[in-house]
């Protein structure tokens, strides 16, 4: 029994560190398994087309479909007419009776569902004297004055000129075909349509046209022609109605497009120029073809040519613009009167990608410096991180109205641009640089890595932020990007009506947190803490590697991470992407232990230390003033052996020095070992408030002034979910552990984060001011009174009535 | 006046799509006791600093420690950050504190509330400079914990039951 005592104290703390405490897992866990860590059940099913890999399987097969399109822009109605040649390529294994089109454009008929099932705005707190009031921007809304026809099918033929029966159901159309395409066979048919283009001022949206002060049209042409709805092995036809938030999924496909606008007009668009010689001078291709060796941008169109008669080798009628576009699932143009165009080559691996911007004078100063060594950063940046871009052009065009940015294959839209005085802020200019990277990295998530924007935002918006976030900091250290800082979304993680981010994205109602933020600061959280970036790096390329040109689902994304890295992280896709929980970890409790070797004189000491603490109570304190020492028994005389000073409770006897060394001879050597064993023993418990698994990350700081980090795998809460001890020897003692203190964890309670507890940084706590003061218009019209608090009185305080 | 001119530029949004990669998001905790409210805030410096600066008509750079002028705040906040009580009357709020770090501003501001019956909070905190702007409110105390989303269609809620 003896020679058990030490070795095994030590292996006991140990097990005693990983037991279970209390219970645990409810009753009810009895009967299935809750395990937080078991294996996702969300997930579907794998199978030829889908491997449990999370690679496409041994029989996938995606659609193709390719487009001869002729349309033309008049630019004095803003119509948009245009007539397609579809041939529509059955790779499927099943027979199709009927083909599904997207008419986007019909989001615009005050009929369409996107605008019937909007709520309508809390009128009554914009109502009455003292409110802010309703836009005049929003009452145009109101009244749907930019009611459109939508989408109007001027004909569906088959490919001998026969009319195809066709029915539009809101957004889609079904166009029903004479007999079944079966597997393998390829179908043409044509559609002529047309539609008038939506006036941004007054109608927002992804697209369209904004009227410049000098009557200049600015176009951003997209969602414009009938586009083939995709038809999936795991959804069937995707033809979930386009409501205005849930984006685009579409096929891949070669395109071959001849747009028509006036001949002072300049068209950039997906895919490569084909006939330059008809529509730029000598001098245009001349700089087009030096701009490829360019290490800066050159100017194709300089800005004091822009709008000039003699920058257009036409000067009358109309100009035809030809573009081939090869495996894109979209295609998307930009076009204006007074474009200014500049260009520069992106090495990418030996082959010569043109990086190229397209904008207005309203774009000046900013764009010319900004946009196009933006986009060259993006392809470099993530290229590294996923896959080399595959496509001859990259180019950021100037978008409408000045806000946000949208995203197509090769081509974008985005929109700050400087004040009218030709300043812009810090704010604008990084507002610039960011939203360029974010656009045009979605030539990577959409747009090649091909995913179901309509039924999963986070899939691009996700990934892409996190990208962006990475390219941000290498663009300028200070950046002041947070939509992936982990810490950044502790407080949507806490907000009470928080949504999984496998939510369908038109049902997502906090969009910004909960597609963009949340995915990418999860994936920063694995790539910095979970997995580590080596492991991340690795399975998230090759996710972008399996899935170029091809159409993941959530699950091939979740399997492929898992699979490539080694790592079962299914608890971190359930609470994370399917739960709304928040990691809260607690340090709940530090005990100290140190290894005794049964010496009587120690063991002695010890006892005597500890009844003096416990003589430390109030009572004995306060008895001490009132009672003589030696009481009642000292005053009448009646000490004896034990209480005449002979005797000493904590002396060491014979005995007790017998019984030791016995002790000793008995020990093995390897127990004999341990009793010069001098560490400090410390038991760290841990508690999973949050309900939310997370690796433990702690400092442990010491006496001297050191410190260590302590990492312990999640796993650590494999068998008990609530509280986890790990056991730490050291010959430091001990006095704080704080947890996460790199901040990897968005645990959204710090204050149970350090033993002992801290108190936080000082808060400034002001004097609070008088009330504020009645209104005295009669004060405020006398010169120089108008001022208000914190306002400037100087030259460069802001005049009344000028706000900026 | 100037600022009433600002408020009146939110977005209704009603029958539009927004833009698309524009949805910039506050948060904050309406903590309601007897008496009192209070209201932390969490604001992105890079996008307060700018608002505050438009305000003021002038630059205002913070070191590291400093804090912005309360009375400035409170005069931005005003009309932004408006809680009524039920009978329609503004509760004034006062800055009771502010820290700010690398990114954010946490602001504490409170204010007297004497019943939450019929009190609404009006948070339409940069929805003049974002169309999709959401300010993302919960509100503990005097009931179970509930989320307020302040939005363009929504810019002011009651504090009593969620998601109104």
């Known amino acids: 029994m003896r020679r058990l005592t030490l070795s095994a104290l030590l292996t006991g703390l140990a097990l005693a560190a990983q037991a279970p405490q209390g219970p645990a897992l409810p009753e009810n866990r009895s009967k299935t398994n809750e395990s937080f860590f078991r294996k996702l059940e969300n997930l579907p099913t794998p199978n030829v087309y889908r491997a449990a890999s999370g690679a496409p399987g041994h029989r996938y097969w995606q659609q193709q479909v390719d487009y001869r399109i002729r349309v033309s822009l008049e630019d004095a109605t803003q119509t948009v007419t245009g007539t397609e040649e579809i041939t529509y390529h059955n790779n499927a294994p099943d027979e199709l009776r009927y083909l599904w089109l997207q008419l986007d454009q019909n989001l615009r008929k005050a009929t369409s569902t996107g605008a019937n099932s909007r709520s309508a705005p809390n009128l009554a707190a914009m109502a009455g004297d003292g409110r802010p009031g309703v836009s005049t921007w929003a009452l145009r809304g109101l009244e749907s004055k930019d009611d459109r026809d939508g989408c109007r099918i001027r004909a569906v033929k088959d490919a001998t000129g026969r009319d195809l029966p066709f029915t539009v159901v809101d957004t889609m159309m079904r166009v029903d075909l004479p007999a079944p395409l079966k597997p393998g066979q390829t179908l043409k048919f044509s559609v002529a349509w047309d539609y008038a283009v939506n006036n941004y001022k007054h109608a927002g949206g992804r697209s369209g046209m904004e009227e410049f002060e000098d009557g200049a049209r600015l176009y951003n042409l997209a969602q414009w022609q009938p586009r083939l709805a995709a038809y999936t092995d795991d959804l069937g036809w995707q033809h ?239 950046f002041p990007t947070t939509r992936s800082i982990v810490q950044g979304i502790t407080d949507y993680l806490k907000f009470p009506d928080a949504t999984p981010i496998m939510t369908q994205s038109d049902a997502v109602r906090h969009f910004g947190p909960n597609a963009y933020q949340k995915p990418a600061a999860g994936f920063n959280m694995l790539r910095e803490t979970i997995m580590g970036r080596e492991l991340f790096d690795f399975a998230f390329k090759e996710y972008a590697r399996r899935w170029k040109f091809k159409r993941p689902q959530p699950a091939d994304f979740f399997r492929t991470m898992n699979d490539a890295s080694g790592l079962d992280l299914d608890w971190f896709w359930r609470g994370w992407f399917y739960m709304t929980l928040a990691p809260d970890l607690a340090v709940e409790n530090v005990e100290w232990f140190r290894l005794g070797d049964g010496d009587p004189a120690k063991t002695k000491a010890r006892q005597k230390e500890a009844d003096a603490r416990r003589d430390q109570n109030i009572s004995k304190l306060r008895d001490k003033a009132l009672i003589p020492e030696g009481g009642e028994e000292r005053r009448l005389g009646l000490q004896d052996f034990y209480t005449d000073g002979g005797w000493d409770r904590y002396g060491v006897t014979t005995a007790d020095r017998q019984k030791f060394e016995a002790y000793q001879k008995s020990l093995e050597p390897d127990a004999k070992a341990w009793l010069g064993y001098s560490k400090n023993l410390y038991r760290i418990t841990f508690r999973n408030v949050g309900k939310f698994p997370m690796p433990i990350i702690a400092r442990l700081e010491f006496k001297d002034g050191s410190a260590e980090v302590l990492r312990i795998p999640v796993q650590a809460w494999l068998q008990n979910e609530e509280r986890f001890s790990k056991l730490v020897a050291t010959e430091k003692e001990l006095v704080a552990v704080e947890l996460d203190p790199f901040q990897e964890i968005p645990d959204v309670d710090r204050s149970n984060d350090s033993f002992a507890r801290r108190i936080g940084p000082a808060q400034i706590l002001n004097l609070a001011p008088p009330p504020p003061r009645m209104p005295n218009p009669m004060q405020t019209a006398r010169p120089g009174k108008d001022s208000r608090p914190g306002e400037a009185s100087g030259p460069e305080a802001r005049q009344p009535g000028s706000h900026p | 006046m100037a600022m009433r001119t600002r408020a009146c530029i939110l977005g209704v949004a009603a029958a539009v799509a927004a833009p698309a990669h524009d949805y910039p998001v506050t948060y904050g905790v309406l903590t309601l006791a007897k008496g009192r409210a209070s209201l932390r805030l969490r604001l992105a410096l890079h996008h307060i600093q700018p608002e505050l600066e438009a305000f003021a008509g002038r630059r205002l750079p913070l070191k590291d420690g400093e804090i912005f002028e309360p009375a400035l705040l409170e005069a931005y906040l005003q009309e932004r950050i408006v809680l009524r009580d039920g009978a329609g009357r503004v509760l004034p709020w006062t800055v009771a504190s502010q820290d700010a770090d690398a990114f954010d501003l946490v602001l504490t501001l409170e204010a007297p509330l004497p019943s939450t019956k019929g009190a609404r909070l009006r948070n339409i905190l940069f929805f003049d400079r974002h169309r999709a702007q959401q300010n993302l409110v919960t509100v503990e105390g005097l009931g179970p914990r509930r989320g307020l989303t302040f939005d363009a269609k929504r810019p002011e809620l009651p504090l009593e039951g969620a998601r109104k």
Request: aromatic share 12%.
């Open chain 1, 240 to 478: 979930q109605q386009f409501l205005g938030q849930g984006e685009f999924t579409l096929e891949f496909g070669d395109w071959d497009v001849e747009i028509t606008v006036p001949w002072d007009f300049t068209v950039l668009a997906t895919g490569e120029l084909q006939n330059p010689q008809d529509v730029l001078t000598a001098a245009q291709r001349d700089r087009l073809a030096k701009a490829r060796a360019s290490a800066k941008p050159i100017f194709i169109i300089a800005p004091e040519e822009a709008g000039k008669p003699e920058s257009r080798p036409a000067r009358s009628g109309t100009s035809t613009w030809r573009f081939k576009a090869t495996n894109v699932r979209d295609f998307a143009w930009n076009t204006c009167r007074r474009q200014i165009w500049d260009a520069q080559g992106v090495d990418v691996n030996g082959r010569t990608v043109l990086a190229m911007s397209g904008y207005t004078k309203e774009g000046m100063p900013l764009w010319d410096r900004y946009s196009t060594a933006a986009v060259v950063h993006t392809l470099k940046v993530y290229g590294r991180y996923t896959f080399d871009y595959p496509y001859p052009v990259a180019i950021s065009c100037l978008g409408l109205g000045g806000g946000g940015g949208m995203e197509y294959p090769m081509l974008c839209f985005n929109g700050p641009r400087p004040e009218k005085d030709g300043t812009y802020s810090e704010r604008t200019k990084q507002g610039l640089v960011g939203v360029v990277i974010h656009e045009v990295g979605h030539n990577f998530f959409p747009m090649i890595v091909n995913s179901d924007e309509r039924q999963w935002s986070w899939m691009d918006e996700g990934f892409n932020t996190f990208l962006q976030y990475l390219a941000e900091k290498e663009w300028d250290p200070d």
